[in-house]
């Protein structure tokens, strides 16, 4: 516990059996619950899991859950209906089976997926179980050992402490970045962390691409936890829902660690176009749900007329570049409506741009 507060780490697994062992070992004291999701791994992952079921890592635990049961009267209808679709969303997660005789009181929990389902998948199916037990700070670290456990008290306490409802690790701002990471890494994560700026509405966020957050009971209980893009995407997403649910955020400094005996399952160009075509989506959802329909906003119109427009002149500018390669007059009226719409498309788009980092900035702690 931390401020007597109870803290959980989901570890998403898959294959991990050489460095599953090594996180168990290193996590810090305060850490109640060490839930492990095994993501059908074809190795020995969920054997060696089972194995420190009898070990002093596993110390017996009874964390009281709250009696969740409600009486209906005049003011919690809201509640009750509240309770009913958390009940009807159980068919939307992943199909899973708790190994543990005993979850109550162990610490470390193992979970199996029943089909194998993506990294995502597993934090899913790891924050509604922490959601279910009214795990006060839920944080998240992979099963490969690339996350420094000491850093893990600097991620959970603005939350246990502070209220703030999602930390997230920053490599990126680290002296070392540039040397650790990978170049390639570093410059898919750069690229999408620019994207997710955007489409978040998070403009401060970088290193999106990292695992190694805390997030808070309230925050888990705001969200579509069932709908978490289930893929490495999962990141991005859940900045996109936290957004949408008016959660604050901070980012906190954590070291890039590599070569620690870590095999690397991501396809990095694969994951960038997955993730940008995810973003994509994610940003005219996050415009038309938070400024329309939760909360009307200027910047929906300035947003919508700068795509119209800038749309509307594409046109115009083919016309103009076929004119010059042909060597044809092509007169001065399709010249002045391309910049007239360019120009007026591109002031909208900036002024919207400006306008909604000022809106978020309020979720930024």
């Known amino acids: 516990m931390l401020n007597n507060k109870t803290i959980a780490v989901v570890v998403p697994a898959y294959n991990e059996e050489s460095q599953i062992g090594m996180v168990i070992e290193s996590m810090p004291e305060f850490v109640d619950r060490i839930i492990v999701i095994n993501d059908c791994s074809k190795d020995n992952t ?70 194998n389902s993506g990294k995502g998948a597993g934090i899913i199916t790891g924050y509604k179980w922490c959601r279910d037990n009214d ?25 246990v402490d502070e209220k703030i409802d999602y930390v997230k690790g920053n490599r990126l701002i680290h002296r070392s970045s540039r040397i650790v990471i990978p170049k390639i ?4 994560n750069s690229i999408l962390s620019i994207l997710t700026k955007v489409a978040s509405g998070y403009w401060h966020v970088s290193d999106t691409q990292t695992g190694y957050t805390a997030i808070s009971l309230k925050a888990l209980n705001s969200i579509k936890i069932y709908d978490i893009y289930k893929y490495y995407g999962y990141p991005n997403d859940m900045l996109v829902k936290l957004n949408l649910a008016y959660c604050s955020l901070r980012e906190v400094e954590i070291k890039p660690v590599y070569n620690v005996g870590e095999q690397s399952k991501m396809k990095i160009s694969k994951v960038v176009r997955k993730v940008s075509w995810l973003l994509f989506k994610s940003f005219f959802k996050r415009i038309w749900m938070r400024y329309l329909f939760l909360d009307f906003h200027p ?23 076929k004119s010059i390669v042909l060597v044809q007059d092509i007169g001065t009226l399709p010249v002045l409506a391309f ?27």
Not at 185 to 188: D, I
Not at 299 to 312: E, P, S
């Open 135 to 159: 795990i006060d700070c839920t944080a998240s670290m992979d099963g490969d050992g690339q996350m420094d456990p000491s850093e893990l008290e600097s991620l959970c306490r603005p939350v």
């Open 46 to 115: 969920a054997k060696v899991v089972a194995g420190y079921f009898t070990s002093e890592f596993n110390k017996s635990v009874r964390i009281q859950k709250k009696d969740k049961t409600l009486v209906r009267d005049r003011y919690n209808y809201a509640d009750v209906v509240s309770s009913q679709m958390t009940e009807r969303e159980e068919q939307y997660y992943p199909e899973i089976e708790i190994v543990n005789p005993d979850p109550e009181c162990g610490r470390i929990i193992l979970i199996n997926h029943i089909r």
């Open 339 to 365: 910049f007239f719409l360019f120009i007026t498309g591109f002031q909208f788009l900036l002024f919207a741009m400006w306008m909604d980092m000022q809106d978020n900035e309020r979720l930024n702690k």
């Open 185 to 188: 890494r570093f410059f898919g």
């Open 299 to 321: 910047l929906f119109l300035l947003y919508n007329l700068a795509f119209i427009m800038l749309i509307v002149s594409v046109p115009y500018l083919y016309r103009i570049l």
